[in-house]
T-cell receptor, first 114, second 114 residues
Framework: DAGVTQSPTHLIKTRGQQVTLRCSPK?????VSWYQQALGQGPQFIFQYYEEEERQRGNFPDRFSGHQFPNYSSELNVNALLLGDSALYLC?????????????FGDGTRLSIL | GNSVTQMEGPVTLSEEAFLTINCTYTATGYPSLFWYVQYPGEGLQLLLKATKADDKGSNKGFEATYRKETTSFHLEKGSVQVSDSAVYFCALSLSYSSASKIIFGSGTRLSIRP
C-alpha cells in the first residue's frame, strides 16, 4: 500500500521562474493539503483540495495555486518565485468526511531558489 | 488566534535519560492535539494524538496528556534511545474532520548521545 508520494524530490529554480510540484495521495484518501516548511520552522498550511476544489486556504499570496485531478492527485504551482519561497513543500492526504483519522505526509519536495 | 508554542531546542540528552518537551496552545473551541516527528530527510510522521481533555496519547514509549486547564500537551518519554533523535512538532487542529488544517509549533530538535 503506497503512502503519499511527492515529486520531484529536489528542485532548483531562479527568481521569477514558475514551478509545479506533484503529489499522489495515499490509496483511498480523497483530500490533499499542502504545507510549506521553511528551514528551522514548523510547516505552514497553504491550501487544501477536495472534489477538485480549493476548500481551505492559509495566508499565502495568489502566486500559490493548485489543482486536484479526478484521481485525487494534486499539483502545487508557484509563480514569480522569490528567494523566500525556498522551503520544503509537504503534501498530506486524508479522508474529508471521516473523523479522527490521521493525515499522512509525504517526504516533501525541497525547493531552492537562487 | 490559534497557535502552538513549544520549547526551543536543541535538546541534547544521554541515552536512557528522561525526556520532556513542553508544549502549550491557544485555540478557540476544542482542538485535537498532536505530536509529529520528523527524521532527517523525511516527512512528518504522527507520533501520538489526543482529541479531548484528559485524554492520554501514547506510542513507542512516548506519552502526552491533554490538559485543558493549563492548555498544555507536554511530550514525555521515560528512557530515550539514540534512534529517537529527530525534530518533534506539537500541533493542533480545530475540527474532528480528518482533513482539517493542522497548526504546527516551530519544532524542537532532539539529539541523544550514546
Amino acid at each position: 500500500d503506497a503512502g503519499v508520494t511527492q515529486s520531484p524530490t529536489h528542485l532548483i529554480k531562479t527568481r521569477g521562474q514558475q514551478v509545479t510540484l506533484r503529489c499522489s495521495p495515499k490509496s483511498g484518501h480523497d483530500t490533499v493539503s499542502w504545507y510549506q516548511q521553511a528551514l528551522g520552522q514548523g510547516p505552514q498550511f497553504i491550501f487544501q483540495y477536495y472534489e477538485e476544489e480549493e476548500r481551505q486556504r492559509g495566508n499565502f499570496p495568489d502566486r500559490f495555486s493548485g489543482h486536484q485531478f479526478p484521481n485525487y492527485s494534486s499539483e502545487l504551482n508557484v509563480n514569480a518565485l522569490l528567494l523566500g519561497d525556498s522551503a520544503l513543500y509537504l503534501c498530506a492526504s486524508s479522508f474529508y468526511r471521516i473523523r479522527n483519522q490521521p493525515q499522512h505526509f509525504g517526504d516533501g519536495t525541497r525547493l531552492s531558489i537562487l | 488566534g490559534n497557535s502552538v508554542t513549544q520549547m526551543e531546542g536543541p535538546v541534547t540528552l544521554s541515552e536512557e535519560a528522561f525526556l520532556t518537551i513542553n508544549c502549550t496552545y491557544t485555540a478557540t473551541g476544542y482542538p485535537s492535539l498532536f505530536w509529529y516527528v520528523q527524521y532527517p530527510g523525511e516527512g512528518l510522521q504522527l507520533l501520538l494524538k489526543a482529541t479531548k481533555a484528559d485524554d492520554k496519547g501514547s506510542n513507542k514509549g512516548f506519552e502526552a496528556t491533554y490538559r485543558k486547564e493549563t492548555t498544555s500537551f507536554h511530550l514525555e518519554k521515560g528512557s530515550v534511545q539514540v534512534s529517537d533523535s529527530a525534530v518533534y512538532f506539537c500541533a493542533l487542529s480545530l475540527s474532528y474532520s480528518s482533513a482539517s488544517k493542522i497548526i504546527f509549533g516551530s519544532g524542537t530538535r532532539l539529539s541523544i548521545r550514546p
